[in-house]
C-alpha cells in the first residue's frame, strides 16, 4: 500500500510538471511583427495588393490573430481598411494615386501578448499620372512628448517622394500652441534650431512640396521643455 502511495504521489509531481511546462510560454509570439510588402516608400504599380508580413513565432499558430491597418496618414487619424486573419498575408483593393501609411499588430489570443510593426508607406500608381505628391514628413527628433532641456533644440524629420528626381522643400510650423504658425515656407533641409524655455509645451509641424507644387500636409507633434 506505502508503494502504491509513494508511486501514486511521483506520477501527480511529474504529470504536474509536465502541465505546468506546457503551460508557461508556449503560445507567446517570441519576435516582432516585420512587414515585408510593400516595402517601405514602394510605388506599387498595381492597387490591389497582396500585403506580406513575417509569422510571429509562436508553437501554437491557431491562437495569434493579425490586424491590418491602413491610413492616409502616417498618425493613422484617416484610417481607410482595418482587416484581421490568422494568416500573414491579405490582398486589398485600395483607390489609385494615393499616399498610404501601413502596419500590423499580431494579438495572441490566449495570452492577450500584442507585438506591433513599424509603420510602412507607400504609393498606388495612378492612371496617366506624372507627377506624385510627397510622402508626409517622418519625425526624427525631438520624440513627440518627450522632454527636452531650455535652450536651443534641433528639430529634425526626414521627407521622401516616389519621384526620385523631386527636389523636396519643406513649410515649419512652430509655436506654443496647438495650431502652430509658420516660420520658415522654403526650407531645404531636414533640420531646424529653435530656442525653448523651461517649463513651456511647444507643437510643430513639417508640410513637405515638390517643385511641381504638389504637397502633403504633416501631424502636429510636441515636446516639453524641463
Known amino acids: 500500500m506505502k508503494r502504491s502511495l509513494i508511486f501514486i504521489a511521483l506520477t501527480s509531481v511529474f504529470f504536474g510538471f509536465y502541465s505546468c511546462s506546457f503551460d508557461n510560454g508556449i503560445t507567446f509570439p517570441s519576435t516582432p511583427v516585420e512587414l515585408s510588402f510593400p516595402t517601405d516608400k514602394l510605388l506599387c504599380i498595381d492597387n490591389t495588393i497582396t500585403f506580406d508580413w513575417n509569422d510571429a513565432e509562436n508553437s501554437l499558430n491557431e491562437n495569434l490573430i493579425y490586424t491590418i491597418v491602413i491610413a492616409t496618414d502616417r498618425a493613422f487619424t484617416d484610417v481607410v481598411e482595418t482587416s484581421t486573419t490568422t494568416m500573414s498575408e491579405i490582398t ?107 517649463g513651456k509645451t511647444y507643437y510643430w509641424k513639417v508640410n513637405v512640396s515638390d517643385q511641381n507644387g504638389a504637397k502633403s500636409i504633416g501631424q502636429i507633434w510636441n515636446f516639453i521643455v524641463n
Not at 140 to 166: E, F, H, K, N, R
Open 92 to 198: 486589398i483593393t485600395l483607390e489609385k494615386s494615393v499616399a498610404y501609411y501601413w502596419k500590423v499588430t499580431g494579438n495572441n489570443t490566449a495570452t492577450n501578448q500584442i507585438e506591433i510593426s513599424a509603420v510602412f508607406s507607400f504609393f498606388t500608381k495612378g492612371d496617366g499620372v506624372v507627377n506624385y505628391a510627397p510622402f508626409t514628413a517622418q519625425l526624427v527628433s525631438p520624440i513627440a512628448a518627450s522632454q527636452v532641456g531650455a535652450g536651443t533644440v534641433d528639430l529634425s524629420w526626414t521627407g521622401s517622394d516616389v519621384d526620385a528626381g523631386d527636389t523636396l522643400t519643406y513649410e515649419l510650423y512652430f509655436g506654443e500652441s496647438t495650431t502652430p504658425v509658420l516660420i520658415e515656407n522654403s526650407l531645404d533641409a531636414q533640420s531646424y534650431t529653435v530656442t525653448v524655455e523651461t
